[in-house]
Every structure is written in C-alpha cells, then in structure tokens.
C-alpha cells in the first residue's frame, strides 16, 4: 500500500516560512506507518510552482490570496493536479495531509483574513483528491488513517 503525505509533516522545509511541521507527527507513529505503508511525500504548493519561503496564503471565497493580497489560485490549482496524478501514478488511496492548509486542510481551513480563524472548508488540492475518490486524513486523525490502511490491508 502507498499513502500520499505532506512533505512538511515529514520534515522536510517546504513550509511557506522554509521549516517544517515534522514535530507534528511523533516518531513512533511514523514508524508505524513507514511499517505499515510506502509514503509519498507531496508539497501540492512546491508542486504548484511557489517557493520556499514565500508569503502565506489562505482561501477567500473561491480563491487563493497571499498575504499581500496577490493571487495565487492558478499556482495552488497546478499543485492540486500535480498531487493528483502522483497519487494516480503511485496508487494511493489514501492521503495524510497538513490541517488547516490552502492546500492540504480537509474539513477546516483558516478564513482567508490571516487572523488565525478557521472555518469549514477544504484546501484546494484536499478537496480535488476527496472529488477523486481519496481519502484524506489530517495529522490530528492519524487513528483513522491507521484504521482505514488496516481495512484496506485485509481487504486486499
């Protein structure tokens, strides 16, 4: 089995500042899913053309602003297409995503103000992999993720 992931989560700098959110997945349960599955790691904005670092950015209505308010939108688009063939080439169903992302968030996004708020939504490249059939699961549902691939495991 092969499962799509964040890049940031896995340490690598990809973050819009350069650094990383590894610290958010524990050692042990990375180990757990290095054991239970192949990772793919994806940066849906890297992918889309934006460096590292570069402003942040959030979603505002249908679109994607940085924080000096240029848009950003075909950039994250590119980037949910991009991720999207990488998960058709490699055959995942599943995807761990980065919470909260323009990109990467699943069910709760920040609100485009750059005020910390979140509110319900999906991130771009999220919400074309859910479209697509993929399940995504941020890192707060690494529970879930681990159910799902033991389902898919005993399934196939």
Known sequence: ???????????????YDGSNNGGLLPPETLELLKKTADIIPVCPECFGGLSC????????GRKVFDSEGVDKTEQFKKGAVQTLK???????????????SPSCGAKKIYDGTFTHTVTEGNGITADLLLKNGIQVFGESQIQELLEALQKQDSAG
């Open 1 to 15: 089995m092969k499962i799509l992931v964040s890049a940031c989560l896995l340490g690598f700098d990809v973050k």
């Open 53 to 60: 670092p570069r402003s942040p950015c959030e979603i505002s």
């Open 86 to 100: 990488a998960a058709k080439m490699f055959g995942c169903s599943l995807a761990l995503l980065k919470e909260k």
